[in-house]
């Protein structure tokens, strides 16, 4: 898990900017029809077809997203790919193409880098989108990663934050609060490594978790799954800083109150059993760990029926008269708890660290 | 130019996140109508009509490509707006929409990040560019900024890099190596500043290159005056690393070599002078020190009357048989100089300050 110094390493500034822009990006080849051209010219050249372009940007950095002493750099690459694709397949659309921009420290040599673009690659492979464009450049310090994600769709598939109703039905998909717990698992080991190297990281029984915060996927096949169950959402978000925060977006954008029932919530037993093991409450991980990448969106009441029994699909909650507020009903009574955004946030996790 | 400190400032962490991005870009009004949705949702939603989406990023960072000693903070954003649609406007195509990712320290203020932000704005009104996309985050040092412009045009009227042939005219707009004079002045009298910040920085007379540097324009003129013309270009590229770098270029993509003229290469007075004084090479200055942000295209021999008394542009040399490579023409003999790529190269600029 931990870079391997024996090799002879490249300095970046052996290969400059075009040649290591060159070199990293030579092997991506073209899947999608809509890439007329690529890599190479002062701009790609996409055909949309007579779709819809959506287009969306996150940005990664080293110290505040990440910390390359336990992300190795592929997982880093692939992850960061996965997190845009996310965006794309929270607008129920495909994603088609991406952009890479890098701003690197000098300290990385190119097999770094190169790493990191197989990582970019085995999740264009897998998600068959295209690399048709991007920058590299060095910092100062640290690296810092932007992508951008473009998809293209169909006017009437693309689904918005903005057009829930109230009594629609709160979905979401997969389970919830695995990735953060897994960051703690990670951010342990890692401490016990710092302070006695020769230590070697218990991480043995915690894969899923492991797996959800390092590896974790975006969720592009939930558009063809509701289009077989013939279920339109009426709202979509993915589910990047936590539970609460993105009902809270919803709400907010579709003018529509939220309940959402505690019991409901769906969580692996390992992010329950590891929450209990670290003395943290698996609900509010869920709420508030945030990068489980799962999509959160509402649906007709009327398609109750057609997804209830659904494995890939949980109903959490439903919309309510956007005066009535946002409330968790708690386990087991009916207490409401206030749902406030304490979110995954950088700028104040990151002063922690100051 | 320098920091006013007197105000009192506000923490981003006051905001937070979410809070940043709404402050930063609630008065960003949007302007085309391809822009369905704007910043608010996962991803953007874009209307390309019939239209070729062409698509490009660039990433800045501070220490590297620019030094917020020197370089205010509006200005900067002004520029990283113009330079990616300057990428745009190399296609021959129309920039209508950009995303904004930003990295930024926490020692920078809201305050600092409105300023930025008032740049770009500036930018995005005289473009008629829209901003529908972003993300902002915090770094351990320094900011770091990496921009993405998107373009529609009809697929007829995209030019790349890769379509020239041997005996088409090589044409250049407006005059070359301002930006980099300006940047000499900016970082000699930034070095007197800090030797003793009681001097008053001697700016004046530099105008033109100040603002070549300070405050570039993209060229997306250009292709209107063109069409009027009726030229259609054969290649085209734009000038950011250095006239000499950018027909490197063309001749790989397009197989063919070129003759440049050193005598034509058009450069201002203020340009020439200024390198005399600081004991430079003024053709160098326009061969290798880039961000002039001109645009470098090749048209066909027969449109050579149409453009050869144009004010906007001069002929600087021709397409040759890619077998015969790339040379200037020394002026007053016929000796023959190989172009090499010694554009501005983030790497190994970035070395020196190591």
Redesign the interface.
């Known amino acids: 898990m931990f870079e391997d110094k024996s090799q002879e390493l490249t300095p970046?500034?052996k290969l400059?900017?075009?040649g290591?822009i060159k070199h990293l990006t030579e092997n991506f080849p073209i899947i999608n029809e809509s890439t007329?051209?690529s890599v190479?010219?002062?701009?790609?050249?996409?055909?949309?077809g007579?779709k819809?372009?959506?287009?969306?940007?996150?940005?990664?950095?080293?110290?505040?997203?990440f910390n390359l002493g336990y992300v190795p750099l592929k997982h880093l690459g692939y992850k960061a790919v996965v997190v845009n694709l996310s965006?794309?397949a929270?607008?129920n659309?495909t994603p088609t193409?991406i952009?890479v921009?890098?701003?690197v420290s000098?300290r990385f040599p190119v097999e770094a880098l190169e790493e990191l673009y197989a990582g970019i690659q085995t999740a264009c492979n897998r998600y068959k989108v295209d690399l048709?464009?991007?920058?590299?450049?060095?910092?100062?310090?640290?690296l810092?990663m932007?992508i951008?994600?473009?998809?293209l769709e169909n006017?009437e598939n693309?689904v918005?934050?903005?057009t829930a109703k109230p009594n629609d039905l709160l979905v979401v998909t997969g389970d919830l609060g695995g990735a953060y717990m897994g960051l703690q698992i990670l951010e342990r080991e890692h401490a016990v490594y710092l302070a006695n190297p020769n230590m070697q990281p218990e991480m043995e029984g915690f894969d899923y978790i492991l797996e959800r915060q390092l590896k974790p996927e975006a969720r592009t096949d939930v558009k063809e799954i509701l289009k077989g169950l013939e279920i339109h959402p009426t709202s979509?978000?993915?589910i990047s800083d936590g539970l609460a925060s993105e009902i809270l977006h919803l709400s907010d954008?579709s003018k529509v109150g939220f309940r959402l029932y505690e019991e409901k919530i769906p969580m692996d037993n390992l992010t329950i059993s590891t929450a209990d093991e670290l003395n943290l409450n698996p609900v509010m991980t869920a709420l508030s760990g945030g990068e489980d990448y799962e999509l959160l969106f509402t649906i007709s009441p009327e398609d109750f029926e057609k997804i209830r029994n659904h494995p890939d699909f949980t109903i959490i909650g439903h919309a309510v008269d956007h005066s009535e507020g946002n409330y968790m009903v708690a386990r087991g009574s009916n207490q409401l708890v206030a749902l406030t955004?304490q979110g995954w946030?950088?700028?104040?996790s990151?002063?922690d660290?100051?």
């Open positions: 970046i500034s400059g900017e075009f290591l007329e051209t190479g010219d002062d701009a790609a050249i996409i055909n949309p007579n819809r372009v959506v287009v969306s940007t996150d940005v990664l950095a080293e110290g505040v997203h965006d794309i929270a607008m659309a193409q952009l921009s890098l701003a000098n048709v464009g991007g920058d590299t450049t060095s910092s100062n310090t640290g810092v932007s951008t994600a473009i998809g006017e693309i918005k934050r903005s979509m978000i993915d954008q955004a946030n950088a700028f104040l990151n002063q660290n100051d």
